[in-house]
Structure formats: structure tokens, C-alpha cells
């Protein structure tokens, strides 16, 4: 881990690569300057870093106190494997969108020579080409590479046509792993500092640095290093683990219920004969003690209908982040309480009380394969997985009281705010109670009231300096001005309007800035990866107050979505449409999914608003990081701690925050996310 | 008495815990004010009489629990703890774990089973399962080599069995662990065994509570 925290010599980038799934927390301090840094190896080649760097007294002449607040992303690409005589190749973005105090671009060659020693080398652009400089090669393509044009318009706009212009200076190093834990590396760097130097907050006497390395064997590293030819020196903590491995217990859910033969299961008195062929609802007996069971796995059972050899339940998981392991132990349950001439099973999922995907399976099989070895892979491959809307799935059958359906909830809340323009770190807690009511299946009324007791999110004393509309530079006033929040109040419907189809309409407070209406359609089949939505919002600007109030600001806004699941991990989005200030663009993420919940994406999203009328940063662009509860808990949990990094928040690009949108509630019991989680059918 | 060809602390532990409570099945329980299902299920088995099992995971000292025979199916008895784990047992032989944390999802031991039981030495193989931290079924095959270690005998409180030390080490391409089992020289039964479950869980000591 470099000083730059990401995979590197000291300072200079190396052209290794972290191992696949990699995340990587780093903290760096040295005379003024500090990095705060996250690094994602989001593929085997592709790495992505985040640095959030604070120069103190970097712009005595311009900012606020003099002291830099930059937000820098990197992005790097392996292009040439390690061979072996041929050494790896990597390419690099250097702070491709932010402030442009790091930008720089390199091509770099590693190689390991003998064991436990590799030698790197390369060539910078930019801050990379910045000490001992030459004309640029690349100029033989043209004279434009010669010279690196000053950085124009906003800062933060992605700057092609700065890419690999201009001087240009080589770098390289070598690193030894003297032993397991200890590494030592040396460098001849070819970033002068100037703009440090310049500033006076750094003593660059030249381009040699060392550093030296201890690695914990639980992830924790502890580096030290002198930099700029032995005039500073800099410590290091970093934090290494892989998200496909869980640091904690993993795991510890209780055991499910065995599967129970059917000679043995429980008999109806008489046999169960009805004298219809269409379904008809479990005997009142029978369905209770279901739903015991279904209870004791933290399952809520709305419904059982049973034909003369097949029964259907309607069951609502609210604990297990795999459906598939909800339909599991349903369906093993039901074993236990069938009688034996119900041959067929057919357990329907089911999210804000829309039924989603029905999977049937035969009770033979179930007890033929509970104790395979193979026994997953062929329960997926015997089951039956098809819309809940489907032709031939028995209808939801609700019994007797179960509507209205109310509960709350209270408890302690926490917001954090990451690298804030001028401020680190920025957080709330407080106390929150939430209540709902579901009326009918799928309409649902809801409301959630934050007290805060404590946080600094409302020191901020920066007014908003947007062209545009105030649509979310503003979004700080709303935790000034009261302490009491009413986060939310509405009234949601939730329906299916056919097959592979599902709506959604929201009105009432949406979220903590807004309040209005809003309606969805989605189209979804079960087994596509294709996923169309289009949304419909009328949105007017709640009082910063946070209470019943509206603000004239209001507007008419919406998108066509096309989702799309790659199946090798990466799930792709594009929404294009009007945002919140007016403005006309399309917004495009792509995200890592990890089969255990966790999440790592980016987005970005380019509207009609000209990049000097956004301001800094040009266009709204950040990374979204999602990391399960069970993953750190080892107990099943659907929630999640999530979190949204941009370099900037501004008022282009600025989309509603309505809660509940229909691709994220209705995917997970959908394929293809329903058979990657598969393996834990029989768990 | 005892002698352990290895010592393996948590298999002491678990010896040690075994002589000083004479019933563990009974005096886990207290009064209790609302029972869960999963304990009123074993309350019930405990009353009844169900054969029971003391068994630890042998890397986390503290983790031993009696568990009890719930059911059989096929040849496979389930059995359960009071804080709701499951073991698969076929023939004292481990074929599955529920909720001890990287469990073992499933084994085919037909081969080495039958091996061990009936003290043919030579190699077997033996397959196995588990979820990775991805939740993706692993499928693992070892060969493993069945041999004999000669008698032991094994106090189980009440009485001492002879058995016959049985020991099977296994190994894949980049796996290896070894497995022993006390077998009965009388009835054939597993007395005492220690399993290898899974990477992420180690071994399991499992040993018969005379009842």
C-alpha cells in the first residue's frame, strides 16, 4: 500500500494489482498534508481509489482558511499479465475528476525478479511528469501532446484534454518483502511537489524516498517513510480485507427444521378430499400450526390454500438477505404439517405486499435431496421458478384478521457524512420512532419522526453558491434548523398490474427535502436480466423545519429506467429524464454485486446544465458502497449500512430520494439473484 | 481410563465436562419463563429419554453443547441442541451442520463409513461440502487413508467401552485434515470421533452420552 493508498511503491504507482474483491482503508499524514483513502479492486485488472486529501494552507490566497479540502478519484487497468521475462503493465488515472491537485497519468512495468523483490518503472504525465521533465513522446503523434493545457472551466470536469499531455518524467522503485510482514521500499519519484513547494507547505529537497512496512496478519498495516529526498517524514495505518470473506463469525442462524417423510406426516381425519379441483383455503387447524412453524424461522405465513395433492403459501421474509433460503425453510416447514397427500409444493414470495416469484417444488425431491451431496444445485435444477402473476399459481387467499396489519418501531439512529467539503467527518445520532399500517395488501401508510441529540452536521456555515435552483446545496439547512425531523409521511400502494409487471404509488412526504407524489411501473420477468421502469414525480420543497410546510419551489420530473444484470457480478443502470432542478440528462451506474450482500458502485450523471453553470465539479458523479449486517454479524439481516461518496454535491443531476423503488424491492427474489443465492436453499 | 493418542483440548474439555455433570441434558435447565419452540421441542426430547451426544467445535474453546437425537430419516438422524444447532450423524459419522458458522452442508461418506466400521484399511475417497463466504456451495473430494491405531478404551461415565481407534486422514489438492473415531467392539458404534467439518469451522469432537 503506497502513500497515495493504493497499491504502489512509496509515492509511485506500481503496476500490481491488489487480489480480486480487495478493499483497502488507508490514512497518510506528513507535515501539512493528510489522505484519507479507499481503494476497491473492483475486477481482477480494474482498481478504483478514493482520496480525500486536506492541505492545510495549500490556498492561503482563496479559500476559507487557507487549507485545501480535495476529493480525488483514481482509476487503474492491468493491461499486461506478469509473464516470466514480461514484466505487468499498468495504466493509471491520477484525480481524473476532482479538483486537479493530483492529476496525473502513467503507464507503469512491474516485474519480479528474483523472490521477494520487484522492480518497477514508468512514465508520469501531469504531477507524474513533474520533476527532471522531457518533451513528451507522444508528441511524435502530434503537437498537441506537447503542451498540457491549464486546466479550464470548473474544476472537477474530467479533463481529456489534459490526458497524457504535456512533459513527461520516469519513475521507478524497488520493493523487497524482507519477511512475511516486513516490507521495504525505494523510489525515485517523479513528483516534484511543486504546488506544495510552492505553497510553502512542504520541504521537497529531492526525489529519493523510502519507506518501510508492517503488515498484521489481521489486515492491519503501519508504514513510515521519508519523503521528498529526506526532509519529511510520514506515517501510515491502513486497513486491508477482501469483501469476499466475512472478518467475524459467519453464519450463526439457527438450524432449520428437518424435512419430514411423508409417511410420517401428519394425517387430516378422513383424508384430506375436497370436493373442488380449485384451491381452497388449509383447514384453520392445519394453517395455524404452518404458520407456527413459519414463525419460529422468522417467516410470516399470509397465506395457505391447499387443491387435492398441491398446497401454496404466501410467505413474507423479513429476516434472510438469500430468498432462496426463505423458500428453503418454508418449504421444509410445510413438510412437517402437510398431510401426506399433498405431493407439491408451491411457496410465493412476496415484498410490500406484492406477490413476486412462485417456486414449486416436489415434495419427493425435497426428501430426496436434503442429504445429497450435490443436493443444492439439484433442487435449483428440479424447481420450478415462475411470476406469482403466472397462469396456474392458486391466488392469495388472506385469512381472517390479518388486515389491518400495524407495527412500529423505536430506536437510535446514526447518520454519518463523509468528506465534507470542510469537514471530514460530519454525523448525527438520535432517537427515531416509525410506525406503518398496512391497510390492504400493498397500501401501506407510514411515517418516521427523528429527535437528534447530538451531531455536528449543522455547523456548517457555508451558504449555497449554486446558479442553478437550490435543490440540494440547501439539503444542510435541513438539519439546522430543527431538531425534530419528520423524515417521512406517506401513503404507498403497491399492486400488480399484470404479469412481469409491478406499480408503485407514493404521495405525501416523500423524503427530508421533498414532498409530493410519485408513481411507478416496472417491467420485470422473473428470469430476464433485463429490467424497463418508468417513473412519474411531482415534487414540491418541504420548509427547512422539517414539518408539515412547503416552500414555493416545486417541479414535474421522472425517468425511463433500463436495468440490466450482467450475471458475472455487475449489475448496469441508466435513468434518463428531468431532475429536480429542470434539468434534462440521463444518469448511468454500474455496480459489483457480491453474492454475500455487499455492494460497490459508481455512477455518474450528465444533464443539459453547462459545466460552468453546475460549478465544481461539472456533472454529479460519485461511488456507492453497500455492506450487509450479516456480513459483519454472522446473524441473518435484510439491512444494510449504505453509503453515497461524491466530490461534490451540487444542484444538477439532483434526483428524487422516494423510498421504495420497485427494481431494488422485487430483484432479490427474482433471477438471476434468486439462483446465485441458491446455496443457501438447504441452509 | 482414557488416553488420548492426541491431545486435543477441546476434546478434554468436553471429557472433563461430561464426568462432572452426571445428566448435562437435565441440569441445562432452570426455570425459565417463556421457552422458545426449539427448547420446548428439546425439553421434550430430554424427557423422553432421546439418545444424546456431547459435541464441540474443537478450535473455539468454549462452544460444546449436549445434543439430542430428534429424528432419523433414511439412515440420517438429526440431532439438536437447545440453542437450536443441528448435527446430520449417519452411523456417528458427520454428514452435516446447521448454525455453528460455516457449516458443512453435506457428505458423502458411504465409502470410508463402511471402511472404518468394519476395519478394512487402505484408501477411500470422501466428499464434501460447505458454503464459502459468498454463499456458494463448495464441493470438495479427498482421498483419505483408513487405518487402524489398535485399542483404546473409552470411559463414558457409566461404563467403559472397548473400542478400537480408527483413524482417517484425508487430503485434497490443497486441504488435509485427519479424522478419528473409537468404534465399539461389541455393538459397532461410534463411542467417540473427532470430524473435520469445513475450513472455516475445524473439527468437531463429538462423544455418546449414555443414558
Known amino acids: 500500500m503506497s502513500f497515495m493508498g493504493r497499491p504502489g511503491i512509496v509515492e509511485m504507482p506500481t503496476a500490481a494489482s491488489q487480489p480480486d474483491a480487495q478493499m483497502s482503508l488507508g490514512y497518510a499524514q506528513f507535515d501539512n498534508v493528510s489522505r484519507t483513502s479507499l481503494t476497491f479492486q473492483a475486477s481482477d485488472r480494474l482498481s478504483g481509489t478514493f482520496r480525500y486529501s486536506i492541505l492545510d494552507g495549500f490556498d492561503e490566497a482563496r479559500f476559507f482558511d487557507g487549507t485545501r479540502y480535495d476529493r480525488s478519484f483514481d482509476i487503474s487497468y492491468r493491461f499486461i499479465d506478469e509473464g516470466e521475462y514480461r514484466p505487468a503493465f499498468t495504466i493509471g488515472l491520477q484525480d481524473f475528476t476532482g479538483t486537479g491537485v493530483y492529476s496525473s497519468e502513467y503507464v507503469v512495468a512491474s516485474k519480479t525478479v528474483v523472490d521477494r523483490v520487484r522492480l518497477t518503472g514508468g512514465i508520469g504525465w501531469g504531477r507524474l511528469g513533474s520533476h527532471d521533465s522531457f518533451d513528451n513522446p507522444l508528441g511524435i503523434f502530434g503537437d498537441s501532446f506537447k503542451t498540457r493545457p491549464g486546466i479550464n472551466g470548473e474544476a472537477g470536469e474530467v479533463q481529456f484534454d489534459q490526458w497524457f499531455r504535456g512533459p513527461a518524467a520516469l519513475f521507478g522503485g524497488v520493493e523487497w518483502q524482507a519477511t512475511d510482514r516486513i516490507k521495504l521500499n525505494f523510489e525515485y519519484s517523479s513528483d516534484g511537489y511543486a504546488a506544495e513547494k510552492d505553497a510553502g507547505i512542504f520541504d521537497y529537497s529531492g526525489p529519493l524516498n523510502v519507506s518501510a512496512e508492517y503488515r498484521f496478519e489481521n489486515g492491519i498495516g503501519l508504514s513510515a517513510a521519508v519523503l521528498g529526498g529526506g526532509t519529511t517524514v510520514s506515517g501510515m495505518l491502513s486497513y486491508s480485507f477482501n469483501v469476499k470473506e466475512p472478518p467475524g463469525p459467519i453464519d450463526r442462524e439457527a438450524a432449520p427444521l428437518p424435512v419430514l417423510p411423508r409417511q410420517a406426516a401428519p394425517r387430516i381425519e378422513g383424508g384430506w378430499a375436497p370436493s373442488t379441483a380449485s384451491p381452497v383455503a388449509a383447514p384453520e387447524t392445519l394453517r395455524n400450526r404452518a404458520a407456527a412453524l413459519l414463525d419460529e424461522q422468522g417467516l410470516r405465513l399470509e397465506s395457505l390454500t391447499m387443491t387435492r395433492s398441491a398446497a401454496t403459501l404466501y410467505i413474507v421474509n423479513e429476516r434472510y438477505p438469500a430468498s432462496a433460503e426463505a423458500i428453503g425453510r418454508a418449504a421444509r416447514a410445510m413438510t412437517r404439517v402437510l398431510p401426506p397427500e399433498i405431493g407439491r409444493i408451491t411457496v410465493v414470495t412476496q415484498t410490500q405486499g406484492m406477490p413476486v416469484t412462485a417456486v414449486t417444488l416436489e415434495r419427493s425431491e425435497l426428501e430426496r435431496l436434503e442429504h445429497e451431496l450435490d443436493g443444492s444445485w439439484q433442487s435449483y435444477a428440479s424447481a420450478k421458478i415462475q411470476d406469482a402473476k403466472a397462469p396456474g399459481i392458486a391466488p392469495r387467499v388472506p385469512g381472517p384478521g390479518q388486515y389491518p396489519d400495524f407495527g412500529y418501531s423505536f430506536g437510535l439512529y446514526a447518520i454519518p457524512l463523509f468528506f465534507d467539503v470542510d469537514e471530514p467527518v460530519r454525523g448525527e445520532v438520535g432517537l427515531q420512532l416509525g410506525a406503518g399500517l398496512e391497510a390492504a395488501p400493498g397500501l401501506i401508510f407510514s411515517g418516521n419522526l427523528r429527535q437528534k441529540i447530538a451531531g455536528n452536521i449543522d455547523d456548517s456555515d457555508r451558504p449555497p453558491n449554486s446558479e442553478l435552483p437550490h435543490v440540494r446545496t440547501d439539503s444542510l439547512r435541513y438539519y439546522d434548523e430543527t431538531d425534530l425531523e419528520m423524515t417521512h409521511l406517506t401513503a404507498e400502494y403497491f399492486f400488480r398490474p399484470g404479469q412481469d409487471l409491478y406499480g408503485r404509488v407514493t404521495a405525501g412526504y416523500l423524503e427530508r427535502m421533498y414532498g409530493g407524489a410519485s408513481g411507478e411501473i416496472l417491467w420485470k420477468p422473473v428470469d430476464s436480466r433485463v429490467g424497463l421502469g418508468l417513473e412519474l414525480d411531482y415534487a414540491r420543497k418541504r420548509d427547512f423545519d422539517m414539518g408539515f410546510g412547503f416552500q414555493d419551489y416545486d417541479m414535474t420530473l421522472g425517468h425511463a429506467s433500463v436495468y440490466y444484470d450482467f450475471q458475472n457480478g455487475y449489475v448496469g443502470q441508466v435513468d434518463a429524464g428531468r431532475y429536480l432542478a429542470g434539468d434534462w440528462g440521463a444518469t448511468f451506474s454500474l455496480d459489483r454485486e457480491f453474492d454475500n450482500g455487499w455492494r460497490v458502485g459508481a455512477f455518474f450523471t450528465l444533464t443539459d446544465v453547462p459545466y460552468d453553470e453546475f460549478g465544481e465539479g461539472s456533472f454529479d458523479k460519485g461511488i456507492e458502497v453497500e455492506i450487509p449486517i450479516s456480513w459483519l454479524s454472522g446473524q441473518p439481516s435484510k439491512s444494510g449500512f449504505s453509503t453515497t461518496l461524491r466530490p461534490v454535491t451540487r444542484d444538477g443531476g439532483a434526483q428524487l430520494d422516494v423510498r421504495n423503488r420497485l427494481h431494488d424491492l422485487v430483484r432479490s427474489d427474482q433471477e438471476p439473484k434468486l439462483g446465485d443465492s441458491w446455496g443457501r436453499f438447504w441452509r | ?58 478450535n473455539e474453546e468454549d462452544r460444546f453443547a449436549a445434543f439430542l437425537k430428534a429424528e432419523e430419516r433414511n439412515g440420517i438422524g438429526s440431532w439438536v441442541s437447545i440453542d437450536n444447532v443441528n448435527l446430520s450423524l449417519r452411523n456417528g459419522f458427520l454428514v452435516a451442520t446447521r448454525g455453528l458458522g460455516g457449516d458443512m452442508m453435506s457428505a458423502d461418506v458411504g465409502e470410508v463409513q463402511a471402511a472404518i466400521l468394519f476395519d478394512f484399511p487402505g484408501y477411500y475417497p470422501r466428499f464434501q461440502s460447505y458454503l464459502d463466504g459468498e454463499n456458494q456451495v463448495v464441493i470438495r473430494s479427498f482421498v483419505c487413508k483408513v487405518a487402524s491405531r489398535g485399542a483404546r478404551e473409552v470411559d463414558l461415565g457409566p461404563f467403559t467401552a472397548r473400542t478400537r481407534l480408527m483413524e482417517e486422514d484425508c487430503k485434497s489438492s490443497d486441504q488435509s485434515f485427519v479424522n478419528l473415531y473409537w468404534v465399539d467392539d461389541g455393538t459397532g458404534e461410534v463411542r467417540q470421533s473427532r470430524q473435520w467439518a469445513s475450513p472455516r469451522l475445524g473439527p468437531i469432537a463429538i462423544r455418546q452420552i449414555p443414558r
Not at chain 2, 6 to 21: D, K, N, R, V
Not at chain 2, 31 to 47: D, H, I, K, V
Open chain 2, 1 to 58: 481410563m482414557i488416553r488420548l493418542p492426541l491431545l486435543l483440548p477441546l476434546l478434554g474439555a468436553l471429557l472433563a465436562g461430561a464426568c462432572s455433570i452426571p445428566d448435562p441434558v437435565s441440569a441445562v435447565f432452570g426455570a425459565r419463563e417463556e421457552q422458545t419452540p426449539s427448547e420446548r421441542r428439546y425439553e421434550g426430547l430430554a424427557q423422553a429419554g432421546a439418545p444424546a451426544v456431547l459435541a464441540g467445535v474443537e
